[in-house]
């Protein structure tokens, strides 16, 4: 067997809306594709978060607390988006922990689902921008917004794409 990547992450789900509401309108994850009963969110890149209801004839098997599944999401400012859900009145499951990696905090979705929002720190790394940035020529932007830029060396001519 020769698995490529991890297509998605399948989530029954007792109520769709409800679900599709704590997704995409709360948390902000982009709607990638919305049938009747079936609904694809995550970035352009990366694995896709599927959500599908709940079968009428079998009961939901039970909150991830109970059952061991947890869905990663990586965020920018942990701080700024916990604050947010406390206001949106989401239940935190772990408020904010400090890890060697970064910060880490739990919240829970609709169906009980364990939400892990992670932070990451990268303070024990060289920082890569700024020294790529002194060999920078030009910042450009796609139409996406994705940022790019070119590097003064004859030998690295050409787009280099960065998240940033």
Not at 3 to 31: A, C, Q, T, W
Not at 95 to 119: T, V
Request: proline share 4%; no cysteine; hydrophobic share 35%.
């Amino acid at each position: 067997m020769n698995i490529k990547r991890i297509g998605n992450i399948i989530l029954e789900v007792k109520d769709l809306e409800n679900s599709i509401k704590f997704y995409h309108e709360i948390l902000g994850m982009p709607i990638k594709n919305e049938r009747r009963n079936w609904v694809d969110l995550g970035q352009q890149s990366g694995g896709i978060l599927s959500l599908h209801p709940a079968s009428i004839t079998t009961s939901h098997t039970g909150p991830s607390k109970e059952n061991g599944i947890l869905i990663g999401l990586t965020v920018g400012d942990l701080n700024s988006a916990m604050e947010e859900l406390s206001a949106a009145k989401i239940e935190i499951f772990r408020d904010i922990q400090e890890r060697q990696a970064g910060k880490n905090a739990i919240i829970l979705d609709p169906d009980g689902y364990l939400i892990s929002l992670f932070e990451p720190d990268f303070s024990d790394r060289p920082n890569v921008i700024k020294k790529v940035a002194n060999k920078v020529k030009t910042f450009t932007r796609d139409r996406s917004g994705q940022l790019g830029y070119n590097i003064l060396s004859s030998k690295n001519k050409g787009k280099l794409e960065v998240d940033v």
